[in-house]
Nanobody, 133 residues
């Protein structure tokens, strides 16, 4: 059973940077896909960045070129480097993980070319708040 703990959130001015970390305990990420999602008040949880077990990455259009997801060599930590932050990036940020086979299987039910959704992941952290003013 995987437990995920996020850290690194905070308040920053527009144009600033933050680095979020997600540490897994219980199991290493190994063959897992790990994603960062965010949810602003009154909005649906949206995918921000995903990293696969093969280190392939996927970003939402809203953060492409500003955010970078990476996995440390110990395989227990996934980071999200957020640069050039904007007020619209303000949200609670969540780390999610699940076996890539399970994630891809759920995505495939929506057809080719589908993007990852929150419902594709079974394990979640408690979240960390990011506020950009």
């Amino acid at each position: 059973h995987v437990q995920l703990v996020e850290s690194g959130g905070g308040s920053v001015q527009a144009g600033g940077s933050l680095r979020l970390s997600c540490v897994a305990s219980g199991e290493s990420y190994g063959r897992a896909c790990v994603g960062w999602f965010r949810q602003a008040p009154g909005k649906e949880r949206e995918g921000v960045a995903i990293i696969g077990s093969d280190k392939a990455t996927h970003y939402s259009e809203s953060v492409e070129g500003r955010f970078t997801i990476s996995q440390e060599n110990n395989k227990n930590t996934v980071n999200l480097q957020m640069n050039s932050l904007k007020p619209e990036d303000t949200a609670m940020y969540y780390c999610a993980a699940d076996a890539c086979a399970a994630v891809h299987g759920r995505m495939n039910t929506r057809g080719a070319g589908s993007t990852p959704k929150a419902t594709d992941f079974g394990y979640w952290g408690q979240g960390t708040q990011v506020t950009v003013s």
